[in-house]
């Protein structure tokens, strides 16, 4: 049985838009937090981008340059995120791990079996398509958000995460593969938590994405929350962190 996601298409207002602002705006974001919007239909809104033969992570970086894009299974071009999102089964060289034998990622099948055995993905036809949208230019409500940047940076949205849980250490999954399809959206989705990751072969050689930066998600309900602990850590432990005080003490005032 095919289990669509109710899909609630409203006005956010300026809510979800200021708390991007203001999430940019403490953090020094260098790029835009990425709204993530699973459709229940396989066509574009009629304000984005439907692209064709692009993966998730490169639909993701045009968000976050500011574009409104959509993909649907026709035009999502990665196999592995695919299958992770339920459009197509996996090939069966990725199945098996002889695929990334051969992209020199491992060099025993059988551990590239075990790292997509292991893979959450959504079920077969759960989403009919993904909008992608800067959240900043919000129309509707995200299901996830998506931020890639300095991992310095991230690590303050990690924090403001632990303290919306009460304390709770973080805790992170990664096969160092689909860190934006899957650990970014996916897992946050699913197990409706934070999710970071190291970045991954595909995302680091598809898209513009720097060595110094990596990429989060989260539930779009955890947005305020994690906000609000994010202005209070700009109000003195983002600026005494980054200014490097201790440090100075025993460098000679050297950064």
């Known amino acids: 049985m095919e289990i669509f996601i ?6 956010p207002g300026h809510t979800i838009r200021e708390r991007a602002r203001k999430m940019k705006d403490i953090l020094g974001l260098d790029s835009e937090p990425v709204g993530v919007k699973f459709t229940t239909g396989t066509a574009a809104p009629e304000n984005a981008e439907n692209l064709g033969h692009h993966r998730y992570c490169q639909a993701l970086m045009l968000a976050r340059r500011g574009r409104k894009v959509f993909l649907n299974a026709e035009g999502l071009a990665c196999p592995a995120a695919a299958a992770a999102f339920g459009f197509r089964p996996l ?13 020199g990622i491992v060099s025993d099948p059988r551990v590239g079996q075990n790292m997509f055995a292991g893979m959450p993905k959504l079920e077969k036809g759960q989403i009919g398509g993904l909008y992608l949208f800067p959240l900043e230019q919000a129309d509707v409500e995200p299901d996830i958000i998506v ?8 690590m303050w949205i990690a924090l403001a995460d632990l303290h919306r849980r009460n304390g709770s250490r973080v805790e ?9 399809c899957v650990d970014a959206t996916v897992i946050p989705y699913l197990e409706q938590r934070l999710n970071l990751s190291y970045g991954c072969y595909g995302c680091r050689d598809a898209t513009d994405i720097l060595a110094s930066e990596t990429v989060l998600g989260f539930p779009a309900s955890a947005l305020a929350d994690i906000v609000s ?21 025993i460098s000679g005032g050297k950064k």
């Open 6 to 11: 109710q899909e609630t298409i409203k006005k």
């Open 229 to 249: 602990h994010l202005e209070y850590l700009g109000q003195k432990a983002i600026a005494t962190s980054r200014s490097k005080k201790a440090y100075k003490m």
């Open 147 to 154: 931020v890639e940047d300095e991992v310095e940076k991230l």
């Open 172 to 180: 992170s999954s990664t096969a160092i593969l689909q860190a934006t």
């Open 91 to 103: 090939p069966e060289p990725l199945k098996t791990g002889k695929g990334l034998v051969g992209f």
